[in-house]
């Protein structure tokens, strides 16, 4: 089976430009996470998706971020207008939630979109 | 902050020799889990231990959990130089359905051969 897929894998672009990242989950899964990751922060979550309802996106650094779930196999991530402060690696992981508070929650990560904003 | 701390930050060893690497946490959780992350990659699932667990074995991986504490160890025997990556600890907040970790910073550990 086909893990998690993101692309694009490398994407360079100018202060201003749009960027949009994409993902594709886990086909059953029903939880979407997105993270930035940078030496100086770390593995930041930025927002997660629960059957396609955003839950929680306070992560979200400021309103030029922004991202969506229309259906259970595909999100999206996009930067409008990029800064070069957001050159990060971005990944996209994706779980099964049963719904039970006792219940694992593995996470699978793609291998993330190295983005560089010039 | 909830996200767990790794310590050392970093580990150099030799190959042959065991590897342990520490995880603190602050709040009460659910489970907690191991992650590893080759350069360049995505982070990869190792292995989770729940919170009425106390030593979890898969492999050349043990991992223990101190609940009372709030800590957990990792330990690889007979490290390889395949071995070499970043490992994060992420815990689950007890009760919580949502499915959100907590991540830590990550311990970088290099093995020589």
């Known amino acids: 089976d086909a893990g998690v897929i993101q692309s694009p894998r490398h994407e360079v672009t100018e202060m201003g430009q749009e960027v949009t990242l994409r993902c594709k989950p886990i086909?059953?899964?029903?939880?979407l996470f997105w993270y930035r990751q940078t030496m100086m922060r770390g593995l930041e979550l930025l927002i997660y998706?629960?059957?396609?309802?955003?839950?929680?996106d306070s992560g979200m650094p400021e309103d030029r971020f922004s991202a969506k779930m229309p259906n259970a196999s595909f999100s999206t991530l996009k930067i409008q207008p990029s800064e070069p402060r957001d050159s990060a690696v971005y990944f996209c992981?994706?779980?099964?939630?049963?719904?039970?508070?006792?219940?694992?929650?593995?996470?699978?990560f793609g291998p993330g979109t190295r983005l560089t904003v010039l | 902050s909830q996200q767990g701390e790794e310590d050392p930050q970093a580990l150099s060893i030799q190959e042959g020799e065991n590897a342990t690497m520490n995880c603190s946490y602050k709040?009460?959780?659910?489970?907690l889990q191991w992650y590893r992350q080759n350069s360049g990659r995505g982070l990869v699932h190792l292995i989770l231990?729940?919170?009425?667990?106390r030593e979890k074995h898969s492999g050349r991986l043990r991992v223990t959990l101190d609940t009372s504490k709030k800590s957990s160890s990792l330990l690889i025997t007979a490290s390889r130089a395949a071995d070499t990556a970043s490992y994060f600890c992420?815990?689950?907040?007890?009760?919580?359905?949502?499915?959100?970790?907590?991540f830590g910073r990550g311990t970088q550990l290099t093995v020589w051969p």
């Open positions: 992420a815990t689950a907040d007890r009760g919580s359905t949502l499915g959100r970790l907590y």
């Open positions: 086909s059953g899964h029903n939880s």
């Open positions: 231990i729940r919170s009425n667990e």
């Open positions: 709040t009460s959780i659910n489970n």
């Open positions: 992981a994706s779980s099964l939630l049963s719904g039970l508070a006792d219940i694992t929650d593995t996470q699978y």
């Open positions: 998706f629960n059957n396609n309802v955003p839950i929680d």
